[in-house]
């Protein structure tokens, strides 16, 4: 059973450039979130698709966008890059609907983000 | 507010002893609450669960304690492995109107052989 699998899984832009990840979520499941990890910090929610729609979005400027397919995987997009985005992306799968929600979110491995 | 944490605390434990990780959360109204760890270069993996209705769940070699009134997590583990050391997250959701893990600071754990 596959889990959540992340490409590419190492890039670096340059500032200015923009930047597409992409994500496959664990087989089965439905809604896909992404998050920002700093550096010895905790992940920080970016957003969330289910339905091939937003559902939620954390505090990210309007340069981090994202888009969800009927297959279920995702993609995340970041245009005019700063150095301040250099991270590590991850993506986490879950399972939607009623009496879902006290289900954990499982995380792909990342791809990790080198802005020059 | 969410938890960002710019430090990360280290607890050094020695292999076959028990860990206790703590957390402190943020949100009064969160009701599911995560632990996960962290190996370098991966992602978070998840490790157990508790809802708020609870206080305590166990699993294997793990237990998880819920203290709602002081707002306080933590994370036993028992008789520590090499194979345990990692970075440990706890998260945080509001079930009721939002969809989001609010990840705690995180401990690095490191087992002493």
């Known amino acids: 059973d596959a889990g959540v699998t992340q490409s590419p899984t190492h890039l670096i832009k340059t500032r200015g450039q923009q930047v597409t990840l992409r994500c496959s979520p664990k087989?089965?499941?439905?809604?896909v979130s992404w998050y920002q990890q700093a550096l010895g910090q905790g992940p920080q929610f970016i957003f969330q698709?289910?339905?091939?729609?937003?559902?939620q979005r954390g505090n990210f400027p309007d340069r981090f966008s994202g888009h969800q397919f009927p297959n279920y995987s995702s993609e995340l997009n970041v245009n005019a890059l700063l150095l301040g985005d250099s991270a590590l992306y991850l993506c986490?799968?879950?399972?939607?609907?009623?009496?879902?929600?006290?289900?954990?979110?499982?995380f792909g491995d990342g791809t990790r983000l080198s802005i020059l | 507010g969410e938890s960002v944490g710019l430090h990360l605390p280290t607890l050094s434990v020695q292999e076959g002893d028990n860990s206790i990780i703590n957390c402190a959360y943020s949100?009064?109204?969160?009701?599911?609450f995560i632990w996960y760890k962290q190996e370098s270069g991966k992602g978070p993996q998840f490790i157990i669960d508790?809802?708020?209705?609870?206080d305590k769940r166990q699993g294997q070699r793990v237990t998880v304690l819920l203290n709602k009134t002081v707002k306080h997590l933590s994370l036993q583990i028992a008789a520590t492995q090499p194979g345990d050391s990692a970075v440990y997250f706890c998260?945080?959701?509001?079930?009721?109107?939002?969809?989001?893990?609010?990840f705690g600071t995180g401990t690095r754990l490191k087992v002493l052989a």
């Open positions: 698709y289910y339905e091939e729609e937003e559902r």
């Open positions: 998260a945080e959701m509001a079930t009721s109107g939002t969809y989001k893990y609010i």
């Open positions: 949100n009064s109204a969160s009701d599911y």
């Open positions: 087989s089965g499941h439905d809604t």
């Open positions: 986490a799968s879950s399972l939607a609907g009623s009496g879902r929600v006290y289900q954990p979110q499982h």
């Open positions: 508790i809802r708020s209705n609870m």
